[in-house]
């Protein structure tokens, strides 16, 4: 079975910065992209930043030019580097991978159980 562990949560005062990893295990033949949602208390899960196969990266408005995600493929880890962290960035940090399990099956979607981040003014 495959999971997905995410870890580097924490509390941060606004202007600091903070590293999130995950980690995919288990029966792996690929991963197809790699990303990093939210979820603040009372608001829908958004995507923060996704990372493709192909090096191709995206994020969502409010974090361009502060965080950056990135992946060790070798590793089946993804990255994301948070740097000038605001108050509004408090939220539930969860890890989605697109994950093949054999080349005769398609690709499926996991989550992380998250982890926690919270930024202090």
């Known amino acids: 079975q495959v999971q997905l562990m995410e870890s580097g949560g924490g509390l941060v005062q606004a202007g600091g910065s903070l590293r999130l990893s995950c980690a995919a295990s288990?029966?792996?033949?690929?991963?197809?992209?790699m990303s990093w949602y939210r979820q603040a208390p009372g608001k829908q899960r958004e995507l923060v930043a996704a990372?493709?196969?192909?090096?191709?990266?995206n994020y969502a408005d409010s974090v361009k030019g502060r965080f950056t995600i990135s992946r060790d493929s070798g590793k089946n880890t993804a990255y994301l580097q948070m740097s000038n962290v605001k108050p509004e960035d408090t939220a539930v940090y969860y890890c989605?991978?697109?994950?093949?399990?054999?080349?005769?099956?398609?690709?499926?979607?996991?989550w992380g159980q998250g982890t926690q981040v919270t930024v202090s003014s």
């Open positions: 990372h493709t196969n192909g090096g191709f990266t």
């Open positions: 989605n991978a697109v994950i093949l399990l054999t080349p005769w099956v398609s690709p499926r979607e996991y």
């Open positions: 288990g029966s792996i033949f690929s991963i197809n992209g």
